[in-house]
């Protein structure tokens, strides 16, 4: 295990104290100050971390369904900490009221002034950590992708407790921080009324936040982007591959070479089965018994990932030049979205891009799991007796990847000499990024992995409502018009409406679809309020004018000057337009 991995979980946790959203919770942390560490806040923290952690690990099993788990526990939350509150406010109120939840209420507020109760304390954490989960970064949204796919386990346990411990420390030194003046004020806390009411309405006006998305939606826009930025600073800083934008951890490690091998490659410590495909494309079924004798390329892929498309020409070009002398190129589709799981899908996909050599379609993830697989793109290059030798994680490395090719064709008594190395076309996404101007990560829209958005009244799960965009700072999205927003894209309900971002890079694009029934839907794109001229991308004019017609990636713009902050926005004329992620390049 890495221990960078935990590093970054850690991190990721510390750093979720600087999201705005926090800020609606700090009232029912400061109601504990005070009292001895060890019964007031330390199980306050605990309870929170335990709240944070479960409902991370249900979202990694469970998806959706965690989701709606999770919004259930926060409106019973809200209810516990608003009785918490009005406890504060009116303790007379509260000792006339004989309901037991009530009486629960009072007893997790404590009166402030009470006795310290370390159970009251642990389950008052419980809901304020109800209330503080959604406020999760890239580096969350890694762990939770990485168990997605892999399936839970202990290291998922551990990195999700990491997260949760730095999550707990950083508010932990904030309050010790700043203990000393607010000790004062906990001692007038148990003498005068004043005190209590202001803390009890501060409380309130916390719930009233959540309650209303506030605290998602313009609190958002005050500095998320700031705090989500750190943790991409973070990530680029560790050892985790971050060359990809779409890198999961755990990546497998060679072992030292063998004696003999000429190219001095190393064979590393991973099995390759492709018999866990559920389907083959261009061509039958084929096992590496089958390939002994020549040297294989195994690319893990998905059709709408800007990461691998960046990759496929000189992998299209590898496997037409060096066909004659060995090489086999095999792609694994390991699917991210359910619309790439669909058999049409991929297949109109591997004629739009030029793909003739096999496609495995791995939507059960048993391919990449037999390659001890973590992220999109992935070269494995596999040697004439079957071994892996090679890997590239993610985009670049073009140049060592074809002289690994050379090299094991040479060790397979291949005739591949020092020839120019192959001239790949690039057009369109698959130009590679322009890396020095890319301040925009890639953005989900479904709640399941969304961040960013600052829509002014925040997410509706799974129902009909009507946004407006509001202001948005750089790498902030909204929408506009009657919407849906499920757990792995947003879709259109209403004619007219319009999902937008504001980016820094040279390209941008969005997975777009149709929902069932809808035909091609044409769609109005503006940049910076105007058409785009010169700087639109291949699926847009110069005006603007574009059709969703399948389920893909879009290249939206790809501008020709110099590279600024720049608002995209996409309007589409009829309902049944679904968005699913933005990426950059």
């Not at 705090?227 to 755990?250: C, F, H, K, N, T």
């Not at 769609?523 to 785009?532: E, K």
């Amino acid at each position: 295990m890495n221990a960078s991995l935990y590093l970054a979980a850690f991190s990721g946790g510390a750093l979720t104290l600087l999201s705005p959203c926090i800020l609606p919770v700090l009232p029912f942390v400061l109601a504990r100050t005070g009292r001895p560490f060890r019964q007031g806040t330390l199980p306050l923290l605990l309870g929170m971390a335990l709240t944070f952690a479960t409902v991370a690990s249900l979202g990694a099993v469970a998806g959706g369904w965690a989701v709606r788990f999770n919004e259930f526990g926060r409106a019973a939350a809200l209810v516990v900490l608003a009785i918490s509150a009005l406890a504060l406010l009116s303790p007379r109120w509260a000792d006339r009221m004989s309901r037991p939840v009530v009486r629960l209420g009072d007893r997790l507020s404590n009166r402030v002034g009470g006795d310290a109760s370390w159970v009251g304390s642990v389950l008052l954490g419980v809901a304020t950590g109800f209330v503080w989960s959604p406020c999760a970064g890239p580096i969350l949204g890694l762990i939770l992708s990485s168990a997605a796919l892999a399936g839970p386990g202990v290291q998922t346990s551990a990195l999700l407790l990491a997260y949760a411990a730095g999550a707990s420390l950083s508010l932990a030194v904030a309050l010790r921080a700043g203990e000393q003046r607010l000790a004062g004020l906990s001692a007038r806390l148990r003498t005068s009324v004043w005190p209590r009411r202001v803390l009890g309405s501060a409380m309130l006006a916390g719930v009233a936040a959540v309650a209303t998305g506030v605290d998602t939606g313009a609190l958002a826009r005050l500095s998320l982007n700031w705090g989500s930025g750190l943790e991409q600073r973070v990530l680029q800083a560790l050892p985790m591959g971050a060359a990809a934008a779409d890198a999961l951890p755990g990546a497998p490690k060679g072992v030292d070479a063998p004696r003999g091998t000429p190219s001095g490659l190393p064979v590393e410590p991973i099995r390759p089965d492709l018999s866990g495909a559920v389907n083959w494309l261009n061509g039958e079924p084929l096992n590496l018994q089958q390939l002994r004798g020549k040297v294989v390329l195994v690319n893990f892929w998905t059709y709408s990932c800007i990461n691998c498309l960046r990759t496929l020409p000189n992998v299209r070009a590898w496997a037409q030049k060096y066909a004659d002398q060995g090489l086999a190129v095999i792609g694994v589709h390991t699917p991210e979205f359910a619309f790439e799981k669909e058999t049409g899908n991929v297949q109109k996909a591997l004629r739009r891009l030029g793909i003739a050599y096999p496609v495995a379609q791995d939507n059960d993830f048993a391919v990449w799991r037999a390659f001890q697989n973590q992220y999109w793109p992935a070269l494995y290059f596999i040697d004439a007796e079957g071994r892996v030798r090679h890997h590239q994680f993610g985009e670049g490395g073009e140049a060592r990847s074809e002289q690994v090719i050379r090299a094991l064709l040479r060790e397979a008594g291949a005739d591949a000499g020092a020839a120019a190395p192959v001239v790949p076309d690039t057009r369109g996404p698959g130009l590679p990024a322009d890396l020095r101007h890319v301040r925009s990560p890639e953005t989900y829209l479904g709640y399941r992995q969304a961040s960013g958005f600052a829509s002014p009244s925040g997410i509706a799960s799974d129902r009909s409502k009507a946004y407006t965009l509001g202001r948005l700072g750089l790498n902030d999205w909204g929408l506009k018009g009657a919407w849906t927003v499920g757990p792995e894209f947003v879709q259109l309900d209403e004619g007219g409406g319009a999902v937008a971002i504001r980016f820094h890079a040279r390209d941008a694009h969005l997975v777009l679809g149709l929902a069932a029934g809808h035909g091609p839907i044409p769609f109005q794109l503006t940049l910076d309020g105007r058409a785009p001229g010169a700087d639109h991308g291949d699926d847009v004019d110069a005006e603007g004018r574009g059709v969703v017609d399948a389920t893909r990636l879009y290249q939206l713009v790809r501008q020709r000057g110099s590279i600024d902050d720049r608002l995209v926005e996409i309007r589409f004329l009829d309902p049944g337009a679904r968005a699913f992620a933005f990426t950059f390049g």
